[in-house]
């Protein structure tokens, strides 16, 4: 066995391990994009295929995995998934309403800022599952087109999910493989996104928000609605805050001791699941526990293991390091230049294509140009750039970002489908404003 | 031991193209929770009951899978739920009858029929495999009845060989 583990990997048949490799890639990405089969499935094939055709080894494969990332976000999975059986995300929503006053013009801003603020703290396919449903119930009491609120709120979430770290796919990616903290994002690319949002809820009061109009009859019923009614388990509400707080505690009190993200999210995990579990009896303790790790959308941890072992493969062939090059040398070695065409090339592709595997080749790239800028910390902005880039992106298309697609799901099994068309026309020039204002702000501010 | 044996013939049917309305009359005349219906070939299109109508009562965001899991906290809503079954009044059965409902057939051993009962309620219709005409349903009575049957039928059995 120890023999199998350190020897040298080769390659079948003396073929060129760039060759095979970028082969294998290219193919997985192909399959991916066009969704014909399950993306994890793809992703893990891609990474075994790798490993049976002698580009990696054994030793590699778990080099290649970004563990940090993976205890991440089954840790935020956990925590998420015990807190909402408390139905404090449906509780924040109601009262939201009832604090307008039933107002729909107002209710827009406000559920999208709920979603954003949610889409910070949680990831974002979680923030619309719990959003969505109650905005539709609420539409549906004040006899309004739903479509507009679920518009605002798959822009809410990705820009709300851009401001921190743990709030969106592609920064847990930068964030782990950079090894920038939580405050970082809040700092860097926090303000972008706070002016993005303003931005955009004025964009919304305009085209939407100032015609919607309901009866005061609607609005007296929806007023009647209890918020407290909705927390389901006031105990398990304190738990889940307390150890929220803890570890958003932990994300930015760590960093300077050198305690990854990934160690506190799935500490924290551990420690709600204790609080939630220790007075019942052994059986009903294993059933809570089965239950918290139910939550866990391991097809998404799965597609994460086989990109990160896809992208290890051809970062080790030395591909990503040539295409650094060649990114280089159309921007002519300029951080200006670079960290244009790294935040406009990523909003453009993250609309076309899943933002993830697209951010997870992108980083070994950036990271490969360090030198010819003057060291890793000169590369700062061109992560940032990435990041604005990527989580803005996602708003181009219905499929740019998974929070959309699910959104999407909601509004069609509502009777109420949003076309691709439909969100493309307003979508993608929206974005494209959004990404706009983004390299404003990139530019007089993330850049030197 | 197959089902057929538990099937009640001739049931109380509901036909396509009636409308809920008329359907609801029908439940509450007969003083049954659901009828199957059918076209006019006796060929079963899906069950309409109670269920179905209460199901349709409901907001959507509470319908749907991943929806709202409690509404405890919507207060007054009894006018606005009545309204909600107004307006299914002149609905077409057809629009609102659950099409997925569980079918056996009369071969389907009794076990299979007891589960289905236990998980999906009563009653379950009974089809020719072969043409999808409704022979019948099974129902927890049914059943019951049969089983009781049963035992009688061995209890005479014991009697007899005892006295044999």
Known sequence: MEHAVHHAPEVLFGWEPVVVATTVLVASYAFIITEKINRAVVALLGAGALVFL?????????????????????????IVGITKQSGVFQFVAILSAKMVRANPRLLLVSLALVTAVFSALLDNVTTVMLVVPITLLLTEQLKLKAYPFLFSQIFASNVGGMATLIGDPPNILIGSAVGLSFMDFVYNVGPASLLIMIFLLVFFDVV???????????????????????????ELLIKSMGVLALVLFGFIAGHDHGIMPGTVALSGAALLMLLDIYKFKPEVQSQKVHKAFGQVEWETIFFFLGLFVLVYGVEHTGLLEYLGEQLLAVTGGDLHTTGLVVIWSSAIISAIVDNIPFVATMIPMIESTSEVFGGEDALMPLWWALSLGACLGGNGSLIGASANVMVASFAERAGQRISFMKFLVLGFPLMIATNVIATIYFWFVLLP | MPCKDAILPDPVVGKKGQTVEELITLLEEKHIRSVPIVDDNNVLLGLFGYDQILDNLLPVSARMEDGLQKLDFIIGA????????????????????????CVVHPNTPTWEAVRLIVKYASPIPVVNEENGKL?????????????????????EENTQQEVG
């Open chain 1, 54 to 78: 002698g580009v990696l080894n054994h030793e590699l494969v778990i080099q290649g995995i970004d563990f940090n990332t993976l205890f991440l976000l089954i840790g935020m999975m956990v």
């Open chain 1, 208 to 234: 939407w928000g100032r015609k919607l109009e309901t009866t005061n009859r609607a609005r007296a019923h929806l007023l009647r609605y209890r918020p407290a009614e909705a927390l389901e388990d006031k």
């Open chain 2, 78 to 101: 009894a006018p606005g739920v009545a309204k909600r079954l107004k307006k299914l009044y002149p609905k077409l059965v057809d629009e609102v009858l659950d099409t997925e409902c």
């Open chain 2, 135 to 155: 022979l019948g349903i099974v129902t927890e009575q049914s059943l019951i009845t049969d089983f009781k049957k049963i035992i009688r039928e061995m209890e």
